[in-house]
């Protein structure tokens, strides 16, 4: 199965702030990798499809960028609504995998 | 507008079972795939299977290989999650998503709200 790693596994930030989270995967997934926000009691939010492409309805703040094993999620200027834990996901086979998340807290 | 809503969960003992369901509506339902993604406490996101929109290609993910069973029924728009010889750490927050596919992969584009099954003598 592939594996996914996120780094840093959490981080402290004002709003405002410009925010990057990287995921690698443990071999080349394409650009077989999506993006979700996740807050507390509620359902995950998907942000980014296929590294790079913004899903519909979410703000452009949020961006995606990498191929092959490394990508990267970028959130220019930090909103009060973005302080939870992101989660990237590949597709590459039949086993889907999440990486293990990174939680955005407020500094 | 999309709509997906879980129930089912609970509390079982080690070794039980407990079905859960998946209503959704706002989409032509037998034309996507569907999948079950579970959150343990304190743990990330895990995925759990996938039943294609015919029934016809189903996944499971290794933790429950063997124990959990996927299926649908087209005709009620609903998906289930048949949970078989539970653990203690199939303890978690079960979620239903709606899959979508492109030529650079899947995600998952709608989620429920979740179903809370705590697995527990």
């Known amino acids: 199965d592939i594996q996914m790693t996120q780094s840093p596994s959490s981080l402290s930030a004002s709003v405002g702030d410009r925010v990057t989270i990287t995921c690698r995967a443990s071999?080349?997934?394409?650009?077989?990798l999506n993006w979700y926000r996740h807050q507390p009691g509620k359902a995950p939010k998907l942000l980014i499809y296929?590294?790079?492409s913004l899903q519909s309805g979410v703000p452009s703040r949020f961006s995606g960028s990498g191929s092959g094993t490394d990508f990267t999620l970028t959130i220019s200027s930090l909103q009060p609504e973005d302080f939870a834990t992101y989660y990237c996901?590949?597709?590459?086979?039949?086993?889907?995998?999440f990486g293990p998340g990174t939680k955005v807290d407020i500094k | 507008e999309v709509q997906l809503l879980e129930s089912g969960g609970g509390l079982a003992q080690p070794g039980g079972s407990l079905r859960l369901s998946c209503a959704v509506s706002?989409?032509?339902?037998?034309?996507?795939?569907m999948n079950w993604v579970r959150q343990a406490p304190g743990k990330g996101l895990e995925w759990v299977s996938s039943?294609?929109?015919?029934?016809?290609?189903?996944y499971y993910g290794d933790s429950v290989k063997g124990r959990f069973t996927i299926s649908r029924d087209n005709a009620k728009n609903t998906v289930y999650l048949q949970m078989s010889s539970l653990r203690a750490e199939d303890t978690a927050i079960y979620y239903c998503?709606?899959?979508?596919?492109?030529?650079?992969?899947?995600?998952?584009?709608?989620w429920g709200q979740g179903s809370l099954v705590t697995v527990s003598s």
């Open positions: 998503a709606k899959e979508r596919r492109v030529v650079r992969g899947v995600f998952f584009d709608y």
């Open positions: 706002g989409f032509t339902f037998s034309d996507y795939a």
């Open positions: 039943i294609s929109g015919s029934g016809g290609s189903i």
């Open positions: 071999q080349s997934i394409g650009s077989y």
């Open positions: 296929a590294a790079t």
């Open positions: 996901q590949q597709s590459y086979g039949t086993q889907i995998t």
